[in-house]
Structure formats: C-alpha cells, structure tokens
C-alpha cells in the first residue's frame, strides 16, 4: 500500500523530497549497475529541487551525481531551448538564473 504524507509547508516538502532521491541514489550507487535513474517532472518541483537538492547532496557522498541518468518528462513536446521545457526550466534553476 502506498503511504501518503503531508507537510505543513513547501520547504518542509522539498528537504524530504531531497533527502528521499539522496537516499534512493546512495542505496543505487551500491547495487548490480551502479547507477541511479531518476524522472524529473517540471511545474513547482523545479524550484522545490533546485532549491533543497543541493544540500542534501553535499552530506551524503555516496549519492554521486555523475553516476544517475536523468530524465525530464515533458509531455509538452518541446525543444529544450523553448521557454515551456521542463529540461530548460531546470537547465535555469540549476545556474542560478532565472527563467527567460
């Protein structure tokens, strides 16, 4: 059965949704393939993970970026360079910048 849990506030929702794709990625980095594949949507979350994954990186480094395929689930249908995809607004979050 799925578990369903609730946070008073976005931040709270981002550092547990951080601390979960860490944990998942340190436990993957360890199996058979090595390898942690992980589906990013865009909307809120964007903001959510660029936001509070960065810390939650940097305290486990058994959750090596370099070893996950990341993917971005767009179901828009457009290039990465136009202002609705979801690689794009993540491409933006991540730098530092701001969405054109």
Not at 10 to 36: H, K
Not at 62 to 86: G, I, K, N, Q, Y
Request: aromatic share 6%; proline share 10%; hydrophobic share 45%.
């Amino acid at each position: 059965m799925a578990a369903v849990s609730v946070f008073p506030s976005p931040r709270e929702l981002g550092q547990a949704l951080a601390r979960m794709v860490v944990e998942e990625a340190a436990a993957a980095a360890g199996g058979e393939r090595g390898r942690f594949s992980l589906g990013l949507s865009g909307g809120s979350l964007v903001e959510l993970l660029a936001r509070e994954l960065p810390p939650a990186l940097s305290a486990d480094p058994a959750a090596d970026p370099a070893r996950w395929v990341v993917a971005f689930c767009d179901e828009r249908l457009v290039p990465p360079e136009h202002p609705d995809s979801t690689y794009g607004a993540y491409r933006v979050r991540g730098s530092g910048g701001s969405p054109a």
